[in-house]
């Protein structure tokens, strides 16, 4: 299964650990990125908004929209 990440969520138990079942082999090696979940909605929607921009950025569509 090359590059596909698999993404879950969890809750931390009370000795710190953190358990997922996960579709691989036994024996699999795997890189294991911890992030805490932000509970600041407001961010995160200011967050999207700023980083999908990009959608907007299109001479193509500059060109017709500048000419009508």
Known sequence: M?????RYEAEVLN???VEVCVPLPVG???TVLV???HTDDAADLAHA????LDF???PL?????NDA
Do not use: C, F, I
């Open 28 to 30: 699999s090696h795997v």
């Open 2 to 6: 090359p590059n596909k990440a698999l």
């Open 15 to 17: 000795d710190g650990r």
């Open 49 to 52: 908004a700023q980083t999908s």
């Open 56 to 58: 907007w950025d299109n």
């Open 35 to 37: 992030m805490p979940e």
């Open 61 to 65: 569509d500059d060109e017709d929209w």
